[in-house]
């Protein structure tokens, strides 16, 4: 079973800190992707990555960056947190294989609220 | 870029009732994968259906890609069935991001 794990579920940070997400997969999957999920304006993308140290800005990259220095790892960095970042943080991998092996699979997802 | 419209938003549904959610999309797609997203947040992949019909269990999709749209059909609902059902399809041609409909809210009454 493929699995993709995030660091925390719920986190409480204060406004100003630096903060970090982290996601493992671990089926050796080349895409990853950072997603965050807000009542009424659904699943956003904020960043993904083709591959290691590949990085493209998503629809809402604004106050966020990532790193990929390994395959099984994805980073989101919110380099100083704001009350606005508050939200529900999805990580998610997929093989570049074609066909059913396009697959997106999510971690369970980190709840952040910056007070 | 590619629009993706499911509906209807929500549904409310007695246990043991049957259900379609539809997913309307602008533009031709090899790729459209159904999730649902349980009452704690986790999203868990259906079905991947670029085009014809799969089923699993009481759940089953079809997806008409000539006419650009797709179903999930939820029969015998459980209150487990409870959550959001998201369909997505990738923003553009090749190894691309998917982009995410508003998703359907179905809530399963006992």
């Known amino acids: 079973d493929v699995k993709v794990t995030q660091s925390s579920r719920y986190l409480v940070k204060r406004t100003g800190e630096k903060v970090f997400l982290e996601c493992v997969q671990d089926?050796?999957?080349?895409?990853m992707f950072w997603y965050r999920q807000d009542p009424g304006l659904g699943l956003r993308l904020i960043y993904f990555?083709?591959?290691?140290?590949?990085?493209e800005k998503g629809d809402i990259p604004e106050g966020y960056s990532v790193s990929r220095e390994k395959k099984e790892r994805f980073s989101l960095i919110l380099e100083s947190a704001s009350t606005n970042q508050t939200s529900m943080y999805l990580c998610?991998?997929?093989?570049?294989?074609?066909?059913?092996?396009?697959?997106?699979?999510f971690g369970p997802g980190t709840r952040l609220t910056v007070l | 870029g590619i629009q993706v419209e499911q509906s209807p938003p929500d549904l409310i549904l007695q246990e043991g009732a049957n259900s379609t959610l539809r997913c309307n999309f602008s533009?031709?797609?090899?790729?459209l994968q159904w999730f649902h997203q349980n009452p704690w947040g986790q999203l868990i992949n259906l079905f991947y259906?670029?085009?014809g019909t799969k089923q699993n269990g009481r759940l089953s999709a079809t997806t008409v890609a000539t006419e650009r749209y797709s179903l999930l059909y939820i029969s015998s609902s459980q209150t487990t069935d409870s959550g959001v059902y998201f369909c997505a399809v990738p923003v553009g041609s090749g190894n691309t991001p998917l982009v995410f409909g508003k998703g359907t809210r179905l809530s399963v009454i006992a």
């Open positions: 533009d031709s797609v090899n790729n």
């Open positions: 998610a991998s997929r093989s570049i294989e074609g066909g059913a092996s396009r697959t997106q699979y």
């Open positions: 259906i670029p085009s």
């Open positions: 089926m050796d999957h080349e895409n």
């Open positions: 990555s083709y591959d290691v140290k590949m990085k």
